[in-house]
């Protein structure tokens, strides 16, 4: 897995918080609100390591299921290995 994410700064809408693309190479680049504090893009961006870790964008399920247990890994009250 890369350890190198690039992060870009765009202005998006405010209700966005920021996202990932997969270029041509498959190598993930987090792209941040500009519209957005810097600490929030902070969180944003930890987020979405945390989605690139888990290589969320190869899974098979649906992303708001995904969405919902990056979120709330507490509420998983199933027990998953490592
Ligand atoms: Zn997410």
């Given at each position: 897995?890369?350890?190198?994410?690039?992060?870009v700064?765009?202005?998006?809408?405010?209700?966005?918080?920021?996202f990932t693309v997969l270029d041509?190479?498959?190598?993930p680049t987090v792209v941040?609100?500009?519209?957005?504090?810097?600490?929030?893009?902070?969180?944003?961006?930890?987020?979405?390591?945390?989605?690139?870790?888990?290589?969320?964008?190869?899974?098979?399920?649906?992303?708001?299921?995904?969405?919902?247990?990056?979120?709330?890994?507490?509420?998983?009250?199933?027990?998953?290995?490592?």
């Amino acid at each position: 897995m890369t350890t190198d994410v690039r992060t870009v700064l765009q202005n998006l809408p405010v209700e966005i918080r920021g996202f990932t693309v997969l270029d041509e190479n498959g190598d993930p680049t987090v792209v941040l609100n500009a519209n957005h504090r810097r600490e929030t893009n902070i969180e944003t961006y930890l987020h979405e390591l945390e989605h690139i870790k888990r290589n969320d964008f190869h899974r098979p399920e649906m992303a708001d299921e995904i969405e919902a247990e990056a979120h709330f890994p507490a509420s998983n009250i199933k027990e998953r290995s490592i």
